[in-house]
């Protein structure tokens, strides 16, 4: 399933696509107040720890903790 037309047409939001943002990137588009929706692998929970893998849970960010 591709998000982006979900979140455009069925959803009615103002949403892009940006397949390629660098995590490098959040902290500025949430502090513009961007929500931002990411699929993440589920060992986000062990930061500690390297993801073995890419995404597959999705979670939306609202802000950032310094």
């Given at each position: 399933m591709?998000?982006?037309?979900v979140?455009?047409?069925?959803l ?6 940006l397949p390629h943002l660098?995590?490098a ?7 513009d107040?961007?929500?931002?929706m990411a699929?993440?692998h589920k060992?986000i ?13 999705l979670?939306?960010?609202t802000g950032?903790?310094?």
């Open positions: 591709f998000h982006g037309p979140q455009q047409e069925l009615d939001l103002d949403a892009r696509v660098a995590v990137d959040l902290p500025a588009l949430l502090a107040g961007h929500l931002i699929s993440v060992e929970r062990c930061p500690h720890q390297a993801a073995p893998g890419r995404g597959g849970h979670v939306v960010l950032q903790v310094d």
